[in-house]
């Protein structure tokens, strides 16, 4: 999960289609050019551990898009592919402050 925060702070489309899960990864991926990463939070983990296949991060990310604050809030998925840890999905929840 943070070095995917990282790659969206970099705009490394790279690392991110290579961490995605082949069964929901995109072509392509177009990165915001206006936005800018500030900060993570990550507010809870279910499983994902050293014997676990898959696993949950709920998280919200904050960052200033053409000057203006913003917060994306998410609940994501990830399963273990080749033994490396890969996003397959997310629940996208309404922006919240903080």
Sequence with gaps: MRSRYSAFALRDADHLLRTWHPDTRPD???LPTG???TRLRVLATERGGADDTEGTVEFRAHFRDRGEPGVL???SRFERVDGAWH???GDVHPSQSS
Excluded: A, F, I
């Design 73 to 75: 809030s998410e609940r």
């Design 35 to 37: 936005r800018r990463w």
């Design 87 to 89: 996003y397959v999905d």
């Design 28 to 30: 392509t991926l177009d």
